[in-house]
C-alpha cells in the first residue's frame, strides 16, 4: 500500500510539473506577423538573459507593431526595431551591455541585437539572418532564433545597396505578440 501511494504521488507530480514547464517554455516564444506570413521566434534567455526580457518587456508593451523593416540586405539580414525608421532610434528602456558567446553562431534565421559601435548600445532593434555570417560570432549578442516562417522574412522588402539595404518604402511589423501559454 505504501508503495503505491508512493508510486501515485510521483504521478501526481509529474502531472503538475508538466504544465508549469510548458508555460514557461511558451514565455520565451514571439509571433512576429508580417504581411507574408507569420515567424515565430524562440528567445535564447539561456544565451542572453538581459536582452531576452527586454524583447519581451517591448513585445508586451506593443513596441514593435507597426515598426518597419528598415534595413534589409538580400543574402545577410533584415532589421528591424527603429521606432524612427532610420536605424538610429530606440526605446526608452536603457541600453544593455553586450552579452555575446560563442555558445551558438549567426546562421540562418539567427536573432541579434543591433548596436552602433559601442558593444553595450544594443536597446531594441534586432536583425535576422538570411545567410551564415561568422563575422557576427562573439560581436554580437544572439538573442533568438526563428524556428518557423522564415519564408515570410525571405519575402521582405531587400534595400538599396548604394544606400547601405536601407529600404524605400519598406514592410512593417504588423503586430509582433508572445505566444499564448500551451501554443
Request: neutral net charge.
Amino acid at each position: 500500500m505504501i508503495r503505491f501511494l508512493s508510486a501515485l504521488a510521483v504521478l501526481i507530480g509529474l502531472f503538475t510539473v508538466a504544465p508549469a514547464q510548458a508555460a514557461q517554455a511558451d514565455s520565451n516564444t514571439i509571433y512576429l506577423d508580417t504581411a507574408y506570413g507569420r515567424a515565430v521566434i524562440k528567445l535564447r534567455p539561456d544565451l542572453a538573459p538581459h536582452h531576452a526580457e527586454q524583447i519581451k518587456t517591448l513585445v508586451k508593451r506593443g513596441f514593435y507593431n507597426g515598426i518597419v523593416f528598415h534595413r534589409v540586405i538580400d543574402g545577410f539580414m533584415a532589421q528591424t526595431g527603429d521606432p524612427t525608421g532610420t536605424g538610429t532610434g530606440g526605446s526608452d528602456l536603457p541600453d544593455l551591455k553586450a552579452e555575446f558567446t560563442n555558445k551558438a553562431k549567426f546562421v540562418r534565421g539567427t536573432v541579434g541585437m543591433a548596436r552602433s559601435s559601442d558593444p553595450n548600445s544594443a536597446n531594441s532593434q534586432f536583425f535576422i539572418m538570411y545567410a551564415p555570417q561568422s563575422s557576427l560570432d562573439g560581436q554580437y549578442t544572439i538573442v533568438g532564433e526563428v524556428v518557423s516562417g522564415m519564408e515570410a522574412i525571405d519575402k521582405l522588402k531587400k534595400g538599396d545597396e548604394a544606400d547601405n539595404g536601407m529600404v524605400t518604402n519598406p514592410d512593417k511589423i504588423v503586430k509582433m505578440q508572445l505566444a499564448p501559454p500551451g501554443k
